[in-house]
């Protein structure tokens, strides 16, 4: 089976090292998995809830597909885009929007953020909170669901989003799917290493923290200004230094193989002097970022090869989305309104005669079908899932399989049904 992966980078701002090893550098690595399918966009209606300098994002927009391709992004082997030029995305938002409980969003821990600042600084607790920001786990959710991702790289700060995700593609399957799963429930990957890269000033690397290390601006005299300027604690050369509670390791590390952290970390505890320990921080990232910046300058200088990559990669995300999205406008009723004839009694009575699959979810959190006949005699009954993909999956085989899927899978007859019994509902769905 084909395993999509997902991620996307807000454009607010310069590309920095938080960027590149907690999404871009991870996202590469897995796109160049077997079996693997990738979506990579620019968030650029994500940047609308952040920003409202037009110049900023036009320019993020163009430094971040940059440093995509410089990185060595193969759009040969992935869909590489912009949000913006899926218009599916908006619609699905709605759509999920619909479905969306408003104490899910509530709990939300960017809106949190701000309205405990609000209630902090005295102000009305939704003072200058806009729509966007309060949803903004909505689009989120329709980014990754729009293309029914199964692995979203991500820093542990956005757990929370997928977790969203996966409640709301849960609701909308339960309400929606008629026994089967129109959303896959997406999974966060993490790299426990860089999931939350610290800047300069030890909280998390973030262009509204102004506390970020770039990536290319700058050059290497950038990089190495940016880094003498983290956060150290006072003690002097020769004496030991604790590698656990600096940030300047934790950065080092993110770049670093195991005999080169073994390495520092030794030589902090030796009396190494924190001058000493960033410049070999500078020269092990040049090792692995210098070797990129011409290609970046060349794409920067020519943004219309990235415009063309773009457009390319939009219509490729578009073959996925747009078919996906009137299978979704269908499943809630948005149909095409066609003629059709009025049914015979016979026909009524034979559609009412049929047997149904029917899948729920009990007290204890588990899933199930049963196969009841038109009379409500249940004549399947299954086990337990953990999920209710699994259920639908052997409801799916079982309509399609018929009797032959029977013996395989986890059900039992119900009480005086026959194995004929079965076979006839089966059989009768099928015709």
């Known amino acids: 089976m084909t395993h999509r992966v997902l991620t996307g980078i807000t454009t607010t701002g310069t590309p920095h090292l938080g960027n590149y090893v907690g999404a871009i550098r991870p996202a590469i690595a897995a796109s160049r998995e077997p079996g693997v399918e990738s979506f990579f966009f620019l968030a650029d209606y994500h940047a609308l809830i952040k920003c409202d300098e037009p110049a900023r994002i036009e320019r993020s927009r163009l430094e971040i597909a940059a440093t995509w391709l410089a990185a060595g992004l193969d759009t040969s082997r992935v869909t590489f885009y912009r949000q913006s030029d899926i218009v599916e995305i908006p619609e699905l938002t709605w759509l999920l929007t619909c479905v969306a409980s408003k104490g899910l969003m509530n709990r939300a821990h960017a809106y949190k953020a701000a309205a405990d600042a609000n209630l902090a600084a005295g102000e009305d607790v939704d003072a200058g909170i806009t729509m966007g920001l309060f949803s903004y786990p909505i689009l989120m959710a329709a980014d990754i669901l729009m293309f029914n991702a199964h692995r979203v790289p991500v820093g542990r700060d956005q757990v929370q989003h997928i ?20 959303f896959v429930l997406p999974e966060a990957a993490i790299d426990e ?3 939350m890269l610290p800047g300069l000033d030890g909280r998390k690397m973030s262009k509204s923290y102004d506390n970020t290390v770039p990536l ?33 390791v934790a950065i080092y590390e993110a770049f670093a193989d195991d005999a080169e952290r073994a390495a520092l970390r030794a030589s902090l505890q030796a009396g190494m002097a924190w001058g000493d320990a960033k410049a070999n921080v500078v020269e092990r990232i040049e090792r692995d970022i210098g070797p990129l910046r011409e290609r970046y300058a060349d794409l920067i200088a020519h943004p219309e090869r990235i415009e063309e990559t773009l457009l390319e990669g939009a219509r490729k995300a578009r073959a996925v989305a747009a078919p996906f999205l009137a299978e979704l406008r269908a499943a809630v009723g948005l149909r095409r309104m066609v003629a059709v004839s009025a049914p015979t009694a016979a026909a009524t009575k034979v559609k009412a005669a049929l047997p149904t699959f029917k899948q729920y979810r009990e007290a204890d959190g588990k899933f199930y079908f049963k196969l009841a006949a038109a009379d409500g005699r249940v004549l399947l009954q299954s086990a337990a899932f953990e999920s209710g993909r699994d259920a639908g999956q052997w409801v799916a085989r079982l309509k399609s399989d018929g009797a032959a899927a029977v013996p395989d899978a986890p059900v039992a007859h119900g009480d005086g049904v026959s194995a004929q019994d079965v076979a006839d509902a089966l059989a009768a769905l099928a015709a």
């Open 163 to 182: 977790e969203m995700a996966r409640d709301l593609a849960q609701r909308f399957n339960h309400l929606f799917g008629a026994g089967t799963d129109l």
């Open 193 to 195: 290493r860089v999931a």
């Open 216 to 248: 290319f601006e700058g050059g290497a005299k950038g990089l190495r200004d940016a880094l003498a300027r983290v956060v150290t604690d006072s003690r002097a050369p020769g004496e030991p230094k604790d590698p656990d509670g600096s940030h300047l």
